[in-house]
């Protein structure tokens, strides 16, 4: 029995976050596929969503939280920038694809398509110009930069492609070939075992 247990549905974009995190710095972990808002989710994190972290009595919620405390926690390849120019970007970039693209992509166009929240027409509409803008934004630094914060995959990107290959299932997803720069580094990202491990089974 491992003594790392990460609480949280395997669909969610953010515990496959959590996942790479971990993979990448090849820790054994024992997952626990609960719910958001179940008795058993607000038990580990009271907002009751996904996903939570514990490590022998210390638990820890809040995804930023969770990598960077397994980034620094355990042995392995680091997941942030030594450079504090490159660390203030990916620290940038996690900001904005929480608070913009994971909100656009996920909660206004994906959730949609998947009959996890009913449909609203309206606001799917509005959604898909706003989800332009971001691959566009996102377009033009992956068309020179390997990955978002340079030459190395940092935790920025073990945020965004989540939430980039969920967004691929769904019709819209079709927008990710309009923007070769995106395409390529998606690629790059599938070709990590970190990324192929964490895979969710729908």
Known sequence: ???????????????RTARIALAEKGVAYELLPFEPNTEEMIAVNPTGKVPAFK???????????????????????ALQPADAK?????????????AYVFQELIHE????RFEIIPLDQSVLDAAIPKAKAHLALLDKTLSTNNYLTGSQASLADYFLYPILAFFGMIPEGS????????????????????????APTL
């Open 109 to 112: 166009i994906a959730l949609f």
């Open 55 to 77: 490590h022998e009595d210390f638990v820890l919620y809040e995804t930023l939280a969770i990598t960077k405390y397994i980034d620094q926690a355990f042995d392995g390849p």
């Open 1 to 15: 029995m491992s003594d790392i247990t990460l609480y949280g549905f395997p669909i969610s974009t953010y515990v």
């Open 86 to 98: 490159e660390r203030a970007i990916m620290n940038q970039w996690i900001s904005y694809i929480n």
């Open 175 to 198: 927008l990710l070939a309009d923007y070769s720069g995106v395409s390529a580094w998606m690629t790059r990202m599938e070709e990590k075992s970190s990324v192929k491990e964490s």
